[in-house]
């Protein structure tokens, strides 16, 4: 008992140290002003997804839940920790998602998933979003927790996201002309009992050859993070939290949002919009209103409209907030700034692949990867083997480009 005092204690104290203090003031500030001006310009519904996207933030970064160090470590250490994390999560998803999406609505609204054709955009872009990635050291969500976190060296990862998305959207026609094949939902093919039984059998599949792997290259399975003597409202406060709570938080976030949104999370729908908001800033004759990608439903509503009106944007812009308000409140929020110009450069590079790839592949890996397989889609599928195809040669690349 004496312990839990003393640790309460002592995160009071560096709470109130002055530093860790103004963190928290001013993420505290930025998060209310920013959800005062959203719900008084425009309503409920986008203050309802700043606040969903700042607890998706604070979930990420207090989970350290990523994509591409969980990849990383599989393929070059053979540790498995971050893929079996990833793997209760989708398991969990499948049993809310699969049987409200086969009934067609939540709470009254119309839910859909995001079930695409299968072609060569999905296989070239899931590719070339697994290089991007492992370049870049960051995928779609974890550069926008990152940079809440402090790490600047995200900005240019989401410059090169946002310019590669909106190149991507240039080429988009071309792409969606190649040879694919309809969309494959197993939800609507087997019904969501089957299809459900067949993911966990999947998932857990997955789930075990990480483990013999580790465990043969090991000897043990790696040790998560300790609970330790904190107590555990402390832990579910300052942080860090298990994989595993990182797993269930964002598998109800994203029911939430799929409640929300009449869909599920998806984040690299945010970037192709940011990459036409700053060429239309800069005055570019580019003609963006004319081409294809534009002219669906929706996306020519983004181009025109304001970012505090666009779904995406206040999602990812609210991760960014609640990502400093969770690491100012563990009190570990820093400014990191140094940056190797070969670091530098090829985040620009990774970034443009992680834009153009996601944009002509349907997603990334929350909305190709996570959002696709909780949807029942095969692409999801497709686009996990092709992204982590990518993540290979990715990780061959950086000795060649002198990353540290």
């Not at 498995?80 to 499948?94: D, K, N, W």
């Not at 003597?229 to 709570?245: N, R």
Request: hydrophobic share 50%; with cysteine; net charge neutral.
């Amino acid at each position: 008992m004496n312990t839990l005092n003393t640790t309460s204690t002592d995160f009071k104290t560096q709470l109130l140290e002055p530093n860790k203090l103004f963190w928290l003031m001013l993420s505290s500030a930025l998060l209310v002003a920013s959800a005062v001006y959203v719900f008084n310009e425009h309503g409920t519904f986008e203050l309802l997804a700043l606040i969903l996207g700042a607890a998706l933030g604070v979930c990420l970064l207090q989970a350290s839940f990523g994509f591409t160090t969980a990849w990383r470590e599989l393929i070059s250490k053979r540790r498995g920790a971050g893929i079996r994390a990833q793997m209760i999560m989708l398991s969990l998803s499948v049993l809310l998602f699969f049987p409200t999406l086969a009934s067609g609505e939540l709470f009254g609204q119309s839910v859909t998933g995001f079930v695409r054709p299968l072609g060569l955009s999905v296989v070239a872009g899931a590719f070339m979003f697994g290089v991007g990635m492992q370049i870049a050291s960051g995928c779609a969500s974890g550069n926008l927790y990152h940079l809440g976190g402090g790490q600047l060296r995200a900005i240019p990862v989401m410059a090169g996201f946002s310019a590669g998305a909106l190149w991507a959207t240039a080429d988009y026609e071309w792409w969606t002309t190649l040879p694919q094949l309809a969309p494959i939902g197993l939800i609507e093919l087997l019904g969501p009992i089957t299809a459900i039984g067949l993911n966990l059998l999947l998932f857990t599949a997955i789930y075990q050859f990480t483990k013999r792997l580790e465990i043969k290259a090991h000897g043990s399975l790696e040790e998560c993070q300790s609970t330790g003597t904190t107590s555990f409202a402390s832990k579910l406060i300052a942080g860090p939290w298990p994989l595993i709570w990182g797993a269930v938080g964002l598998t109800i976030l994203n029911f939430a949002t799929l409640a929300l949104m009449g869909r599920p999370w998806a984040v690299a729908l945010a970037y192709p919009v940011w990459g036409a908001k700053v060429a239309q800033w800069l005055e570019l004759d580019l003609e963006i209103d004319f081409w294809t990608y534009w002219m669906s439903p929706g996306r020519e509503e983004a181009l025109y409209n304001s970012l505090s009106q666009d779904p995406a944007s206040l999602m990812n812009g609210g991760v960014i907030l609640g990502a400093f308000l969770a690491a100012a409140i563990a009190g570990k929020f820093t400014l990191k700034m140094k940056m190797p110009i070969q670091n530098f450069l090829a985040s620009l590079l990774g970034g443009v692949l992680l834009g153009y790839g996601a944009t002509i592949a349907y997603g990334c890996n929350i909305g190709a990867f996570v959002g696709g397989v909780v949807s029942g889609s095969l692409h999801g599928w497709l686009w996990i083997l092709f992204a982590f195809a990518g993540s290979v040669i990715g990780l061959k690349l950086r000795p060649l480009l002198r990353l540290k």
